[in-house]
């Protein structure tokens, strides 16, 4: 289907500036400095603090929550911009409101260059650390970035500026995108990086504001006041910064010139706002996907309340004692690869934050993935793929891997340095430890049923709850809430192998993966499996099973004698995750499925129609579901995703993400083959 193709990502380079004598970087690629040499951080704070008015804006919004502010950015650059805005927040914006700033960069530089060059900046300090703490490897595409307890969300985009702002939804139905409260255009000058300044940038500026959006640059070029005054902006010349004469403001007056759509687009996957009410929602599941989706929401000031069917949260797939953190490096860029990668990348810092240095409910130990002989030609495509990022992965040998594990290894294989293990009930714990949340276990879910306001939610036990949101997160059982067949969800068994410590000497001080899996030992275990076997069933461990999961594990440490171990003796443990037909989570609004069907039934004749309607969601009802074998990586991005949508803020996932995740996307393959009555 046409419709689903998405464009090759743009694989960035990172930026090597050079130094000036007085410690200012200057880029090479476009001949310019990145700030100016006599203060730029006055410079900053003059052009764009300033002349946005943010201080006296910020002091006036309410202190409700649900306030939200959003800046967009052409150029990040070295960060000095965002740090500035984010120390001005910290400083006079209300407690409850949070601020979003979205920023863009094609050419990003690396943790060390971004230390080195703000390193001028002292006072900055409190801010630049956790930034350098967070910053991520620079891969292309989408980062969101959490400060302050959620207070401060930084969307950096790596990428080229047309495709960032395409992504943020200035092309396809812009009235649905959310749109900047002020802008920072802060590209280098127009005459040495004419690109970010064009027309068509212009005008995707434009359609990412509303009436009363303002915007500031350094900038005075004839051809920018030209454009930025034809897509809609009044523009003021204003005296500039130091020895600049100019410089440009502007407010948005709500006209603006209109602008070409894709002619072949068929946005199934964009969905009208989701009605907004006294902000509670409820989330039904507390395994790791719903409590990520709790907390999503709790830290943007919504009351959550999660029920729980059974006795307590995090008693599913979610209650293994140990949880990997896992990602399959993809050999091609495409959407499935690259939500592989954020999500992985985001799941990281989500859980540093989360156990902030615990290190009884997080080892950031690293994680080996072993391959044989056979995968060799695979394993050097993906070792020159990822070259650039050694922080994210390294190509070791067989003596290399054995020397990060501490074991004997027969293969090398793909080293994950940031990776290691989480305790899940401790995850979704902490998750659901917020002010905000109110746990009910043991209150099964009845039914669903809607209402003008949102949704009326009843429990087997008696009683009824509302709430203008609904999130669904109980994994293959989904369907018993949505309708039959309503998403294309299957029970995977899998049983884990506690091994008693003494019986793996020595044990391994890294994850090793290969068919399965082992853990280092977490208290007097040695965590080992998993079983996969489709099909619900019951949660009664298998001798079989064991006896699987320590062929496996002989397969992984071949010093480890499987016959050795009597299964009758050993602890285990299973949980059922749920899978989807692509192996990709569903997360977003649940679609409306005859809706839908007469809403598309067009494609049914041709595939490639272009039908210019989005999708007729059930508003207000989300899901998260079919996280696989993969939740704990994939839940906190997909959580944050629906939070947003939810929550009226820009998205952590790009357009084509919120596509490819969307639970409507089998749906409408249904549809082009015919397959609904």
Not at 130 to 143: N, V, Y
Not at 176 to 205: E, Q, S
Not at 280 to 303: K, P, S
């Amino acid at each position: 289907m046409s419709s689903d193709l998405c464009p090759p990502i743009a694989t960035p380079r990172a930026s090597e500036p050079e130094w000036l004598a007085d410690g200012t970087p200057f880029s090479r690629e476009f001949n310019d400095v990145y700030y100016s040499r006599d203060d730029g951080s006055a410079e900053s704070r003059y052009v764009f603090l300033d002349h946005n008015r943010l201080a006296a804006r910020w002091a006036a919004l309410p202190d409700a929550p649900g306030t939200l502010f959003v800046i967009h950015e052409t150029g990040f650059g070295t960060g000095l911009n965002f740090l500035l805005a984010w120390q001005l927040w910290q400083s006079v914006a209300p407690a409850s409101a949070r601020l979003v700033f979205r920023s863009l960069e094609a050419f990003p530089l690396e943790a060390d260059a971004l230390a080195r060059a703000l390193q001028r900046w002292p006072v900055l300090e409190p801010f630049t650390r956790p930034l350098l703490g967070a910053w991520p490897p620079l891969l292309p595409g989408l980062h969101t970035l959490e400060f302050d307890g959620g207070q401060v969300s930084l969307q950096l985009y790596i990428g080229d500026v047309r495709e960032a702002l395409e992504q943020c939804g200035a092309d396809t139905h812009p009235e649905l995108a959310v749109k900047a409260d002020a802008w920072f255009l802060d590209g280098f000058a127009p005459a040495r990086n004419p690109a970010m300044w064009d027309d068509a940038v212009m005008r995707r500026v434009a359609a990412l504001s509303k009436p009363g959006t303002t915007l500031a640059t350094f900038t005075v070029a004839a051809a920018v006041r030209t454009a930025l005054a034809k897509h809609g902006f009044t523009l003021a010349r204003v005296p500039g910064f130091g020895r600049k004469r100019d410089m440009l403001t502007g407010v948005f007056d709500g006209e603006t010139a209109p602008g070409p759509r894709p002619p072949t687009q068929t946005p199934w996957h964009l969905a009208a706002a989701a009605p907004r009410g006294d902000r509670r929602a409820i989330v039904i599941g507390a395994g790791i996907a719903g409590a990520t989706c709790a907390r999503a929401l709790a830290r943007r000031g919504w009351r959550v309340t999660v029920l729980e069917a059974d006795a307590a949260p995090a008693t599913g797939a979610s209650g293994n004692p140990q949880g990997m953190l896992f990602t399959q490096l993809p050999a091609a860029d495409t959407p499935h690869g690259e939500f592989t990668l954020h999500s992985f990348m985001h799941a990281l810092r989500y859980y540093a934050e989360l156990f902030a240095g615990d290190s009884k409910g997080l080892s950031p130990c690293g994680l080996l993935q072993l391959h044989g002989p056979r995968d060799a030609a695979a394993l050097a495509r993906l070792a020159e793929r990822f070259a650039a990022y050694p922080r994210l992965v390294r190509l070791v040998d067989a003596a290399q891997a054995s020397a990060l594990a501490g074991v004997p290894l027969a293969h090398g294989g793909l080293y994950l340095p940031a990776s290691g293990w989480i305790v899940p009930p401790a995850a979704c714990g902490r998750a659901l430890d917020h002010p905000l949340i109110e746990t009910l276990p043991g209150c099964r879910v009845r039914a669903l049923s809607a209402e003008e306001s949102g949704w009326r939610v009843q429990l087997d036990a008696g009683g009824m709850l509302q709430a203008g949101a609904v999130i669904v997160a109980t994994a293959a059982a989904a369907n018993e809430l949505l309708g039959a067949d309503a998403l294309p969800l299957s029970p995977l068994r899998g049983q884990i192998t506690l091994l008693p410590r003494a019986a793996l000497t020595p044990a391994p001080r890294c994850v090793v993966c290969a068919e399965g899996y082992v853990a280092p030992p977490h208290g007097e275990w040695i965590c080992c499996g998993a079983s996969f076997v489709r099909g619900a069933g019951d949660f009664v461990p298998t001798a079989g099973e064991h006896r699987g999961n320590l062929q496996q594990l002989q397969e992984i440490l071949p010093f480890f004698d499987a016959t050795a171990v009597d299964v009758a003796t050993l602890a285990g443990r299973v949980g059922y995750r749920a899978s989807t037909p692509d192996r990709l989570p569903l997360a977003g609004p649940v679609p409306d499925i005859a809706a839908f069907r007469e809403a598309y039934a067009g494609l049914q004749r041709n595939a490639r129609l272009p039908i210019d309607r989005i999708g007729p969601y059930r508003r207000g009802l989300y899901v998260s579901a079919g996280h696989g074998s993969r939740g704990l990586t994939s839940a906190p991005l997909c959580a944050e995703a629906i939070a947003a949508a939810i929550a009226g803020e820009p998205s952590p996932l790009p357009r084509r993400l919120q596509r490819t995740l969307s639970p409507a996307r089998f749906l409408i393959r249904r549809i082009i083959k015919g397959q609904l009555p």
